[in-house]
């Protein structure tokens, strides 16, 4: 399996957890996104130098949050 498709798996685990899990489990699923895909913090770099697929992977899960 990829690493891509642990992270789908993980953020459908996230969202199978329970309401006060969720937001903690979604939250460390983008830090650890973050890390292992170098996603930068500003979007226009992001745009630039992360794969397209990433992004949306991790914007799903940033959506989901309901930070």
């Known amino acids: 399996m990829g690493k891509l498709a642990e992270y789908k798996k993980r953020y459908d685990e996230a969202m199978n957890a329970s309401r006060s899990r ?13 890390r292992d895909f170098c996603i930068p913090f500003l979007r226009s770099v992001a745009e630039r130098e992360v794969d397209a697929e990433v992004l949306r992977v991790y914007r799903l899960v940033s959506y989901s949050r309901s930070i």
């Open 22 to 34: 969720r937001d903690f489990l979604l939250t460390e699923l983008m830090t650890d996104m973050e």
